[in-house]
Nanobody
C-alpha cells in the first residue's frame, strides 16, 4: 500500500510563495502520474495540476496556470508544487494523489490520497 504525505503548507501573504511536497512511501512506487488537488471551505475538491512520473509532462487548471509549477524527484519519490503570486482564493487544503490515467481532472481517476496540507493566503 502506497502512502502519500503532504507538507509545506502554511500562512502567507498575498503575492507570496510556498512550495508543497508530497512524499511517497510503502511498496515500490511507480505511478503513471501524480496530481495535486485542493479543497476550500464549503467547496468541492478541485484539480490543480498533474505530472507524469516518467517523462514529466504536465497540465494545470486554468486558475493556477503560469503561477504554479508541478515537478517531481523520482529518486526521492516526491512530487512538488511551487506556488507563486498566491491569492486569497488559493486558500484551501491541498492534497496529492496518484493518477490512474493521463489527462483527467476528475478526482475519481486518482487514488492513494494523502491527508492534505493547509495553505492560507491573507489579503
Amino acid at each position: 500500500q502506497v502512502q502519500l504525505v503532504e507538507s509545506g503548507g502554511g500562512l502567507v501573504q498575498a503575492g507570496g510563495s510556498l512550495r508543497l511536497s508530497c512524499a511517497a512511501s510503502g511498496r515500490t512506487f511507480s505511478p503513471f502520474a501524480m496530481g495535486w488537488f485542493r479543497q476550500a471551505p464549503g467547496k468541492e475538491r478541485e484539480f490543480v495540476a498533474a505530472i507524469t512520473w516518467s517523462a514529466g509532462g504536465t497540465y494545470y487548471a486554468d486558475s493556477v496556470k503560469d503561477r504554479f509549477t508541478i515537478s517531481r524527484d523520482n529518486a526521492k519519490n516526491t512530487v512538488y508544487l511551487q506556488m507563486n503570486s498566491l491569492k486569497p482564493e488559493d486558500t484551501a487544503i491541498y492534497y496529492c494523489a496518484a493518477a490512474r490515467r493521463w489527462g483527467s481532472r476528475d478526482q475519481a481517476d486518482f487514488g492513494s490520497w494523502g491527508q492534505g496540507t493547509q495553505v492560507t493566503v491573507s489579503s
